[in-house]
């Protein structure tokens, strides 16, 4: 029967051991284990090792190495179960150790989907321009239920929704664009919900902007499309020909009709149309 002659430090990593066994006369490096180990099976010189005992040992090492790295890829942030899972198997885990490791973290609380998912959104919603429909797509792409997900955006209120979307309205129209504001509102709906806000609080943001539209900036703005427009057609047209051009175009650019009529009478008067 074998028996550990000693038990020595790793220079390098410090909680591992290496384990020297005899076997008659004879003393040599045998393998090494964690510290984990090493306490729980109260490994001391002197003790008899079955070859039994060190193939158990040695399974029982190598799941605390699996699980020592998944403490490590939890150390970054929380992750879902998907996201362990596959990062042990592409660490080359075995199937049933990682079995194994991921009973002990969710016994450990150390993997919870749900509280994942609720600090995801917590975060999303105070550190990103996306909208809780974005969110809740990120969610299930890592790996957490559709009814987790949909819970969990619950957390970001219509309030906050709203302000968010709002702000983005009022710091992206510019009148220095020159573009009618319908334009500019129409571009900015369809990135609001590529970011994943809801159409109902898009149009309630739209809404309020739309009772302070700058009417003096859309005035400006048709001008500067009416005048490239005048340069374009009359080249071809003129006339009332000229003139429906003119406001077909100026229409589809999302100008209203009282300022198309408008730029109509101040810059072709004497045409009829």
């Not at 020297?20 to 090493?38: K, N, P, R």
């Not at 159409?199 to 400006?220: F, H, L, R, T």
């Not at 080249?235 to 020909?241: D, T, V």
Request: charged share 35%.
């Amino acid at each position: 029967m074998k028996k550990i002659a000693k038990i020595t430090t790793q220079k390098r990593t410090k909680n591992r051991y290496n384990i020297f066994l005899t076997d008659g006369d004879q003393e040599e490096y045998a393998f090494s284990v964690d510290e984990a180990v090493l306490v729980e099976f109260n490994l001391r010189k002197g003790l008899e090792m079955s070859d039994s005992m060190i193939e158990m040992l040695l399974e029982k090492d190598s799941i605390q190495k699996s699980y020592t790295l998944a403490i490590h890829f939890l150390s970054y942030r929380m992750r879902t179960k998907k996201e362990m899972r596959e990062y042990l198997a592409k660490k080359e885990v075995i199937p049933e150790q990682i079995t194994i490791i991921m009973e002990r973290l969710i016994k450990e609380k150390l993997l919870d989907d749900k509280l994942f998912a609720e600090m995801f959104v917590r975060t999303r919603m105070n550190t990103s321009s996306k909208g809780p429909l974005l969110i809740k797509k990120e969610l299930i792409e890592k790996g957490v239920t559709s009814a987790i997900a949909e819970e969990a955006i619950h957390l970001y209120p219509y309030e906050a929704q709203f302000e968010k979307v709002s702000k983005k309205l009022e710091k992206k129209i510019n009148a220095g664009k020159r573009e009618s504001y319908k334009q500019q509102i129409q571009k900015l709906q369809a990135n609001l919900l590529q970011k994943g806000f809801s159409q109902a609080v898009i149009s309630d943001a739209i809404s309020q902007m739309n009772e302070g539209e700058d009417k003096e900036a859309e005035w400006d703005a048709i001008v500067y499309q009416g005048d490239k427009l005048l340069r374009k057609y009359s080249k071809k047209y003129e006339g009332f020909i000229l003139q429906q051009k003119l406001k077909e175009a100026m229409y589809r650019k999302g100008f209203q009709v009282e300022y198309i009529n408008r730029y109509l009478a101040e810059f072709l008067e004497g045409d009829s149309y």
